[in-house]
């Protein structure tokens, strides 16, 4: 079965870029999407078809994707920003979601 | 607005059967897929189960395949998953999800329902 990887934890300054990777075969060949989830809250669609923005979402957040991995930046990360992201992706007909990494800002 | 609200979780023992549902308006629920999406406590996100806008066509994890049945009303806008056999491990909070489009992820989600598989 396909799997999408991530790192468990990433930690960004407040005001700095943090960069999450999402790792899978052939990755960049497949569209991939972005949730945000805080604490005892539903997911949030970031990003989808790699690098769209839903509206409503800030500009800070970006997408890409290419060979074997799917970046989520964050630009002037803020405190608000704290929180599980998690890249998804579709295996044919199957979607597939990665382990997830909590975003640490300190 | 649109919303998505489940119901219909609980404790239930091993072997034993629940069904959720997930109420949706606020947009045209016959012209999108639509799908299940589960939470482990603690853990991340899992997908379950989808169906498309008329119902015809349904897919599932490998994990709930033969347990579980998803399915929909599009006259009364609902949303339903019938689990059935459950597992200790299929104890999660469940979301029910809106397909945006075919690949451009899930737009709207419920609110979550806890399901939890005890003795």
Request: hydrophobic share 30%; net charge neutral; aromatic share 12%.
């Amino acid at each position: 079965s396909y799997e999408l990887t991530q790192p468990p934890s990433v930690s960004v300054s407040p005001g700095q870029t943090a960069s999450i990777t999402c790792s899978g075969d052939k990755l960049g060949d497949k569209y991939a999407c972005w949730y945000q989830q805080k604490p005892g809250q539903s997911p949030v669609l970031i990003i989808y078809q790699d690098t769209k923005r839903p509206s409503g979402i800030p500009e800070r957040f970006s997408g890409s994707n290419s060979g074997n991995t799917a970046t989520l930046t964050i630009s002037g990360t803020q405190a608000m920003d704290e929180a599980d992201y998690y890249c998804q992706a579709w295996d044919g007909i199957i979607v597939v979601f990665g382990g997830g990494t909590k975003l640490t800002v300190l | 607005e649109v919303q998505l609200v489940e119901s219909g979780g609980g404790l239930v023992q091993p072997g034993g059967s629940l069904r959720l549902s997930c109420a949706a308006s606020g947009f045209t629920f016959s012209n999108y897929w639509m799908h299940w999406v589960r939470q482990a406590p603690g853990k991340g996100l899992v997908w379950v189960s989808r169906i498309n806008s008329d119902g015809s066509v349904t897919t599932y994890a490998d994990s709930v395949k033969g347990r579980f049945t998803i399915s929909r009303d599009n006259a009364k806008n609902t949303l339903y998953l019938q689990m059935n056999s459950l597992r200790a491990e299929d104890t999660a909070v469940y979301y029910c999800a809106r397909a945006r489009d075919v690949y451009s992820g899930f737009d709207y989600w419920g609110q979550g329902n806890l399901v939890t598989v005890s003795s």
